[in-house]
């Protein structure tokens, strides 16, 4: 699962990391947000075919398809998407087929349960500390009485590498893609081949982890300190742990 990320970057910052051209009459302000939480609005990168360009939109981190009525008392859990059901799911495959998409990220975060009452978050970033795509599908939805519609996306999850089972144990990570196959997975291509290929974990050796202060389990805390590391004795934890 992946249910929380850190993004950094401002609008500028993500344009030149995800090749947006120029995005100065971009009616977006991108403030650092270091505690992403489901069910907010962030920024997206999708596939223009039109204007055969990468655009920035707002969404919905929350996956809702078509069958949905409304979006506030929809329960089943779809800010993921695991990648072994992309394709075998009526609620992704669509999606998967035609529109793939870039979440900008700075880190995801993921947490080491240590006992029932005790989660200890840690940060996963690339070695050289710049941002990276998460993979995710989208779609617009709009309610019955087309009184609200929004574009909604979710993250793709995978198996895990070594990194992130050595900090947490967890059997899943957000999917990672690669900065040369950035324009393939945007691009619809033949829905006869499909980038199954890239959804598969991301190279443990790219990347660095870290433990944050565990204020960031509570997504109204929201501030730079967030990002640094913290040791056991900072987070209140006894060295045991």
């Known amino acids: 699962m992946c249910g929380r990320y850190q993004r950094r970057s401002d609008k500028q910052k993500i344009a030149e990391a995800f090749h947006l051209g120029n995005v100065d009459g971009l009616a977006l302000e991108l403030a650092p947000d270091y505690n992403v939480a489901p069910q907010t609005m962030q920024p997206v ?58 979440i900008p990220a700075d880190n995801f975060i993921e947490w080491r349960r240590i006992d029932a009452k005790t989660k200890l978050p840690y940060a996963f970033a690339m070695k050289d500390d710049q941002p990276f795509a998460l993979g995710g599908v989208w779609r617009h939805w709009r309610s019955p009485d087309r009184k609200t519609e929004m574009d909604t996306f979710a993250i793709i999850t995978v198996e895990p590498n070594e990194l992130l089972v050595e900090k947490t144990g967890h059997d899943r990570m957000p999917l990672i893609l690669e900065r040369k196959d950035y324009q393939r997975w945007l691009e619809p291509g033949s829905p006869e081949r499909p980038p199954v290929d890239l959804l598969r974990p991301f190279d443990s050796a790219k990347m660095k982890a870290w433990r944050l202060d565990r204020r960031v389990n509570n997504v109204k805390n929201n501030d730079p300190l967030l990002s640094e590391p913290v040791t056991d004795e900072e987070s209140g934890q006894l060295g045991m742990f």
């Not at 204007?51 to 506030?72: A, E, I, N, Q």
């Open 45 to 102: 990168v999708i596939w223009d075919e039109a204007y055969g360009t990468r655009t920035l939109h707002m969404m919905f981190w929350k996956f809702l398809p078509p069958f949905v009525t409304d979006s506030k008392n929809y329960k089943l859990a779809t800010i993921n998407a695991q990648s072994e059901k992309l394709m075998e799911s009526s609620v992704w495959q669509d999606s998967f087929l035609k529109r793939r998409c870039l």
